[in-house]
Nanobody
Framework: QVQLVESGGGLVQAGGSLRLSCSAS????????MGWFQQAPGKDREFVAAISWSGASTTYANSVKGRFTISRDNAKNTVYLQMNSLKREDTAVYYCAARRLGFVSSNPHDFGSWGQGTQVTVSS
């Protein structure tokens, strides 16, 4: 199991930026793919972005392409989500997740470890 702790959420105006961080501990971080998911009130948890174990492969939800960037630093056991041009509809709790395998996936069922989430609120 990988233990995950998210940080960096907060309140931001539309058009602004935030960078989320997810620190990992436990089993080997560098060998697993990582992902970010969001859950808005009354909605299911939705895929945002994922990155492979090496960082060479990434995938994004259509709604965030061109605005969000996922990256990782295996030396620091940390994955990041840079969020630019934020919109009100990006308001949600954002969860970091670790997959048991090293390849990207957008399916939340492929991820076995989850953080507690960090709230992102975008105001108009």
């Amino acid at each position: 199991q990988v233990q995950l702790v998210e940080s960096g959420g907060g309140l931001v105006q539309a058009g602004g930026s935030l960078r989320l961080s997810c620190s990992a501990s436990g089993r080997t971080f560098s060998g697993v793919a990582m992902g970010w998911f969001q859950q808005a009130p009354g909605k299911d948890r939705e895929f945002v972005a994922a990155i492979s174990w090496s960082g060479a492969s990434t995938t994004y939800a259509n709604s965030v392409k061109g605005r969000f960037t996922i990256s990782r630093d295996n030396a620091k056991n940390t994955v990041y989500l840079q969020m630019n041009s934020l919109k009100r509809e990006d308001t949600a709790v954002y969860y970091c997740a670790a997959r048991r395998l090293g390849f990207v996936s957008s399916n939340p069922h492929d991820f076995g470890s989850w953080g507690q989430g960090t709230q992102v609120t975008v105001s108009s």
